[in-house]
């Protein structure tokens, strides 16, 4: 196990979770995004959000951790109306894509031989339309990239739809 893997195994032992955060950089450009490590050991799926600030999403990821791991909250929720001033919604979405992004966790899982299921937290734009819905504002497809396969995901205009 190389130095990360041994502070964040620490860290989930300790505090049952690690909040893993992602900023782009001139090599790696990209999104800025938040992960969950952890959460696959207390029965719920690991949990991605992009482009929310550091604060807002470990605050948030912390929050959903503890409600389900004490049973104030459901596991498989999938949304959530009382945190924020917009529902935020929990979108399945496929391992094998979350874990292009979710890079330390299959690190982690699958030296314990395990393959988490994971959600999207997602977010609506002004108009109050998530980024798999028709309308939905094109300038923040690039904040929060869909790696869901709920619906069609708009990424210019309303006529020209295409899948993520």
């Not at 909040?19 to 992960?35: D, L, N």
Request: charged share 25%.
């Amino acid at each position: 196990m190389n130095r990360i893997q041994t502070m964040l195994a620490r860290h989930i032992r300790e505090h049952g979770v690690v909040i893993q955060f992602v900023f782009a950089t001139e090599e790696h450009p990209g999104p800025t995004f938040a992960y969950t490590i952890g959460m696959t050991d207390i029965g719920a799926p690991e949990l991605i959000v992009f482009g929310f600030p550091q604060e807002l999403a470990g605050g948030l990821m912390n929050h959903l951790f503890n409600e389900m791991r004490t049973c104030n909250m459901p596991r498989d929720l999938e949304k959530i109306e009382d945190l924020m001033s917009v529902p935020l919604l929990l979108e399945s979405i496929d391992s094998d894509v979350a874990l292009e992004y979710a890079v330390q966790a299959d690190v982690y899982y699958a030296q314990r031989e395990r393959k988490p299921v994971f959600k999207q937290m997602l977010w609506p734009d002004e108009k109050g339309c998530y980024p798999y819905e028709k309308g939905f504002d094109p300038e923040l497809k690039d904040v929060q990239p869909y790696l869901g396969n709920k619906g069609r995901r708009l990424d210019f205009d309303d006529e020209s739809p295409s899948l993520r």
